[in-house]
């Protein structure tokens, strides 16, 4: 097994900090075209492409690599007999709470027991609007992207679906896959400006009109549970509400899904990732949930 080039690995790691070729160079005590060389041949060996633009943002493959690279520098400078206890690093991440509490903190024992010098501060954010109440070193967005106030990456995409409780679908029911305006017609949708019922109707040519009256919820979760407690149909996103599902507390209307147009992405300001802890968050988020 060839391990990549240490001259690479550090030319890579100045770059992406320096967001310059040239103050990598200096940094480094080389001239600038053997930077871009050690670069290239570093991003052949790999078959990867570590930046995105001519500004040196990093591309996704860039933001999982580096982390590792900064994991290995960081080790490789501990001395033995020296290492005392490393100092604890506070990243602070704004999170919507339906994903949060679905997504993110199921998986988040395994990321403390692997990272115990980086202690998280989770904030709410609210994805209508994507505001938080404080500053975040990053951040979960919800919507179609990009954010040009935020460099991002998107983190997820989702397929929505109808659904509504048993008893709901007893009473009111049964919609036959929920594919014409006569069985929309027959039901309560519940409203989200988070999730458009076009998406569903254009699907499969329903002439209706997007609702515009009738209980309205700023959270997928909250709709989800008032669709629970009989309120009506909601329009549901399939990974993010698997365990409403496979509860039984809501069944599905129709065995199709629809390609939702929004999606999750991972954002922060200029700079972010030049910090370890922050390139390291979102490495693992996007492995995470990939499995």
């Not at 998280?120 to 919800?142: C, G, K, S």
């Not at 929309?184 to 254009?202: C, I």
């Not at 407690?229 to 409403?244: F, M």
Request: charge should be neutral.
């Amino acid at each position: 097994m060839h391990l990549p080039s240490t001259q690479g690995l550090l030319a890579f790691e100045a770059v992406a900090r320096l967001r310059s070729v040239n103050r990598a160079a200096e940094e480094l005590s080389v001239t600038p075209s053997a930077v871009s060389h050690r670069i290239r041949q570093l991003e052949s060996r790999l078959a990867l492409r570590f930046f995105a633009g001519h500004d040196f943002s990093l591309s996704a493959d860039g933001i999982s690599y580096l982390a590792r690279v900064r994991e290995a520098i960081e080790a490789l400078q501990q001395i033995p007999g020296r290492e005392g206890r490393s100092a604890v690093r506070q990243l602070r991440v704004a999170v919507t709470p339906t994903f949060s509490r679905q997504l993110l903190l199921p998986r988040l024992a395994a990321f403390c027991h692997t990272h115990p010098d980086i202690e998280l501060m989770l904030q709410v954010t609210t994805p209508v609007r994507n505001m938080t109440a404080e500053e975040a070193d990053i951040e979960l967005r919800f919507g179609m992207g990009p954010f040009h106030d935020r460099e991002c990456i998107q983190l997820q995409v989702d397929e929505v679906s109808p659904v509504c409780s048993p008893s709901y679908l007893r009473s009111h029911g049964p919609f036959f896959g929920f594919a014409t305006a006569r069985a929309v017609l027959r039901a309560h949708l519940l409203r989200t400006p988070l999730e458009s019922w076009r998406t569903w109707f254009r699907a499969y040519d329903i002439t209706l009109p997007e609702p515009t009256v009738g209980n309205q919820f700023n959270d997928l979760g909250l709709m989800l549970d008032a669709a629970v407690e009989d309120l009506g149909v909601a329009l549901l996103r399939l990974k993010l509400g698997r365990a409403w599902l496979d509860s039984g507390r809501l069944v599905r209307l129709s065995p199709e899904s629809v390609p939702s147009p929004n999606a999750y992405f991972l954002c922060w300001r200029h700079g972010a990732m030049e910090r370890w802890e922050c390139a390291t968050f979102v490495n693992w988020l996007r492995e995470a949930l990939r499995n």
